[in-house]
């Protein structure tokens, strides 16, 4: 949950999307695109009205540059959650466009295009599966999905409603000690524990950032930093919090 105005925030030097043809996942007859991720958190962010509207403006323009993307909800449980959504596979395989057709490519795309937004929101309406919202375990099933599609000349990117506040399990960001040496042994107890998603050369783009400002206000920067150095830690290319 953002305050006023504070920008978009990036780690490191900013890898941009890559068009590189990619076996398999590489569309036919068009530039591939990337292998693309999607959270939705499903607890109390979802409440408001703005956060459902973030997901059916941000989501569509985010889709254009991916040709497979999978799906994971925020609950109270997330990595072990029962509310699951199928991957959709956008890029038209070498069966359906074998002659790589520009124009079959487009028709496929714009055929499974369609099912990418409905999946996404059917997630803000999962059961709680307990109290609080489990973020890390959220990122953590969505990478062992995109771990299996992975490719070295494509672009991976994550797009995450949520505000990030993690509750659950070994990390409770509204108790956590947000001084600067405390900041970097959580982190490096979730990195040892296999807590952090290895998110080695993903782009991630964060909406919904402290949105609702249930903690001081003098901890907002503090939890920006806390969540900064945690993707960074995770191995993320860049990041925006938004």
Not at 94 to 107: C, Q, S, T
Not at 189 to 200: G, I, K, M, V, W
Request: aromatic share 6%.
């Amino acid at each position: 949950m953002g305050w006023g105005g504070r920008g978009a925030r990036r780690l490191g030097a900013g890898v941009g999307a890559l068009a590189l043809a990619v076996a398999g996942l590489a569309g036919c007859g068009t530039e591939a695109r990337g292998v693309c991720g999607v959270i939705v958190d499903s607890t109390s962010y979802a409440d408001p009205a703005t956060s459902r509207n973030d997901v059916t403006s941000k989501l569509p323009p985010f889709t254009e540059g991916c040709d497979w993307i999978a799906f994971a909800a925020v609950t109270g449980s997330s990595e072990s959650s029962t509310c699951r959504q199928d991957p959709v596979a956008l890029a038209a395989t070498r069966a359906e466009n074998p002659n790589d057709n520009p124009v079959v490519e487009e028709r496929v795309r714009e055929h499974r295009v369609t099912e990418v937004l409905p999946r996404a929101v059917k997630l803000f309406d999962c059961p709680a599966e307990g109290d609080g919202s489990d973020v890390l375990g959220a990122l953590r099933y969505l990478v062992k999905q995109l771990s299996a599609h992975r490719r070295p000349d494509s672009a991976h990117q994550i797009i995450v409603f949520s505000d990030l506040i993690n509750n659950r399990g070994d990390l409770d960001v509204n108790r956590l000690d947000l001084s600067e040496g405390a900041r970097q042994r959580k982190i490096k107890e979730l990195r040892d524990a296999r807590l952090l998603p290895d998110l080695s050369g993903y782009a991630v783009v964060v909406h919904g950032f402290l949105r609702a400002k249930t903690s001081d206000p003098d901890r907002f920067p503090l939890l920006e930093g806390f969540w900064r150095e945690s993707f960074e830690a995770a191995g993320a290319a860049t990041v925006d919090l938004l």
